[in-house]
């Protein structure tokens, strides 16, 4: 498992005091407000403040004062360390499931995941074996997630 997770991108600034603006990609933009230091290109940046708006964090690094300076951050991935991070008992980092192998209820491999998609309220992991199986990330559909002996235990119903 890595270090640093991957959690937003920075895609613009916002007023004039050194504000960036951060797409977070993170359960809810809140869960990103809760740290005080982010990693950007392996750099630990301390945050002088952080809000939700629209849906995005709003973050004013330590030194980062002006618009000149924001703009240098644009585009820049924003990574947080692992550590740092409290997950609640039964939660994982979407990274640490991608490249799982996916199997059915009798043990057999159907591929490995891939993906996964966000494309509303209800994720959608996308398993490569054979062929291409979309299945919603919910539990009729997930039995288990067995990070640790690197498995996602599914129940497919037909047409799936």
Known sequence: MNEFLDCGQIVNTHGIRGEVRIVPWADSPEFLCKFST?????????????RVHKGSVIVRFQGVDT??????????????CRADAKLPKGSFFLADIIGLDVVD?????????????SPSIQQIYVVQG??????????EFILETNIEAGYIKVHLIEGM
């Open 38 to 50: 982010l990693y950007v290109d392996g750099s630990a940046m301390k945050t002088a403040s952080s």
């Open 67 to 80: 618009v000149e300076a924001a703009m240098a951050l644009k585009g820049k991935t924003v990574q947080l």
């Open 105 to 117: 209820e009798d043990g057999r491999k159907l591929g490995t995941l891939r993906e996964v998609l």
């Open 130 to 139: 054979e062929r291409e199986i979309m299945i919603p990330a919910v539990p």
